[in-house]
């Protein structure tokens, strides 16, 4: 089992950054690879980022490349979003996941852990 609590969502100006963590609870973080997803109001869930279980290799969905990082801390059982340049339409409900097997993905049917979700609203 693994417990996901997300944190650092906000409500911030576009153009300004804000940084989400993950914190994992559970032995199998390590060994897992980690993704972001958003949802907006009236709209599905969508692929944000990805990084594998080492956290060699990362995805991103094409709306945020260049600007977010992920990152993960085995140390810390920590996976961090970093965002910048934000823009209204990144305005969602934040989400970790942690996939079922070590390698990146951006399927969510690939994700047996959620967390809760962090709220990030962006303003005009």
């Known amino acids: 089992q693994v417990q996901l609590v997300e944190s650092g969502g906000g409500l911030v100006q576009a153009g300004g950054s804000l940084r989400l963590s993950c914190a994992a609870s559970g032995r199998t973080f390590s060994s897992a690879a980690m993704g972001w997803f958003r949802q907006a109001p009236g709209k599905e869930r969508e692929f944000v980022a990805t990084?594998?279980?080492?956290?060699?290799?990362?995805r991103y969905a094409d709306s945020v490349k260049g600007r977010c990082a992920i990152s993960r801390d085995n140390a810390k059982n920590t996976v961090y979003l970093e965002m910048n340049s934000l823009k209204p339409e990144d305005t969602a409900v934040y989400y970790c996941?942690?996939?079922?097997?070590?390698?990146?993905?951006?399927?969510?049917?690939?994700?047996?852990?959620w967390g809760q979700g962090t709220q990030v609203t962006v303003s005009s």
């Open positions: 996941a942690a996939g079922r097997y070590g390698s990146s993905s951006n399927r969510d049917s690939l994700y047996d852990y």
């Open positions: 990084i594998n279980w080492s956290g060699g290799t990362t």
